[in-house]
């Protein structure tokens, strides 16, 4: 499995995409063959070797040769479902302009269908997103991820008049993302740029586990002061079979609240998509007796476990931090035994593998036939171990 990591320390967009793709090793003849797939007309793709701030990288354009359409979503809707490009670039596509009419819509309080892209020219957004699918999808990309995306400072000019930076469809289309902005001066995230992490980055953070194989640079139109105006691109492969994420560890101690209530806050904890919580017995201050509550959470998650441990606990404090995760990726398989269908989770570290059955149903056969749960644990784990060669 392919991943990409988009490094935006100096923003993102549509061209940048594009030129870090073709730096990596997608053919621009290739992109343009594609292209030809969908029935879009008067533009020129280009593609030219510059520097920016001493680093090599490719720059490239998209001309508007013609006198550009003004086109609603159900307009682009009908190019791409009339194209012959493949059905998962279609469905991805679809989904970004989405993304972007959306925004519009919202921005500029009018129906869905109704707002047109307004700062951007219609063929040059659609060159920009089916050529980045199509980039990824020859590079065999599976899994997308970026950095906290920079969005530059200042004011742009727009349609609408002089407007701070981020734009405001940009900044409705990064909402729930992780981003900063810095003293450029000028925007570095334009609307297509952030339309095409909202819809196909997974995670937001530091670069994943993996074996880098390939690198790209795509250059954006200015030459900076200070600053490599560039996005970068990796594109590698998982370590093994591990999968890393970023996850918010959340601790608060506790010793004026009864035990009782211990069941229903972890149960309230998992509800709301914890990854663990454990208690851990402590000794607080004047020697007083106390557990501390531990809660593992995706990034994403957070504001709720917070809110949940005030709202449902005694405690009137919290810290936490955000970390590194490392786990192995796993599944739950079904297989007939001896005892009936039973599931087992597996899970794969380079050749060995890890197959453990179910507790609940090493529980269940346990009581059901007046068992010892040792024995039946230890037989099902044995013959998922061997069903599973």
């Given at each position: 499995m392919f991943i990409a990591y988009l490094d935006c320390f100096s923003g993102i967009s549509g061209d940048m995409c594009l030129g870090a793709l073709v730096d990596a090793g997608v053919p621009l003849e290739f992109?343009?063959?594609?292209?030809k797939k969908i029935e879009l007309r008067g533009y020129r793709i280009s593609t030219e070797e510059v520097t920016r701030s001493g680093i090599r990288a490719k720059k490239v354009s998209v001309e508007v040769t013609?006198?550009?359409t003004e086109r609603k979503y159900d307009?682009?809707?009908g190019l791409i479902q009339a194209s012959e490009l493949k059905a998962e670039i279609k469905e991805k596509a679809l989904v970004v302009f989405e993304n972007i009419f959306r925004a519009e819509a919202k921005v500029h309080g009018r129906p869905f269908r109704e707002v047109h892209l307004h700062e951007l020219s219609a063929t040059d957004c659609i060159v920009d997103i089916l050529g980045t699918l199509i980039g990824l999808n020859y590079l065999e990309v599976t899994e997308v991820q970026a950095s906290a995306v920079n969005l530059g400072s200042g004011t742009v000019k727009t349609a609408h008049g002089i407007l701070?930076?981020?734009a405001p469809a940009t900044a409705e289309l990064l909402r729930g993302i992780p981003v900063y902005g810095d003293s450029s001066g000028i925007e570095l995230t334009?609307?297509?740029g952030a339309a095409i992490l909202k819809t196909l980055s997974t995670h937001f953070g530091e670069i994943p586990e993996m074996t880098i194989l390939k690198t790209g640079y795509g250059a954006g139109n200015k030459e900076l002061k200070g600053r490599a105006n560039l996005l970068r691109l990796l594109i590698g492969k998982r370590l093994s079979s591990t999968c890393g994420e970023r996850v918010v560890e959340i601790e608060t101690n506790i010793d004026d609240m009864n035990p009782q209530i211990c069941e229903y806050l972890m149960e309230r904890l998992y509800g709301q998509g914890a990854l663990e919580v454990f208690f851990t017995q402590i000794v607080m201050k004047k020697s007083r007796p106390g557990f501390k509550v531990t809660v593992l959470s995706p990034?994403?998650?957070f504001p709720l476990m917070r809110d949940i441990l005030f709202r449902e606990s005694s405690t009137i404090g919290i810290r936490f931090r955000e970390l590194s995760r490392s786990c192995l990726e796993r599944k739950i398989v079904k297989l007939k035994t001896e005892f009936g269908e039973v599931r087992f989770k597996v899970a794969h570290y380079d050749e060995h593998s890890k197959v453990i059955p179910e507790f609940e149903d090493c529980k269940r056969i346990a009581s059901e036939r007046g068992l010892s749960l040792v024995d039946v644990m230890e037989r099902l784990k044995n013959i998922g171990q061997q069903m599973l060669k």
């Open positions: 992109i343009e063959e594609e292209l013609g006198p550009d307009d682009i809707k701070p930076v981020p334009t609307p297509t990034v994403e998650r």
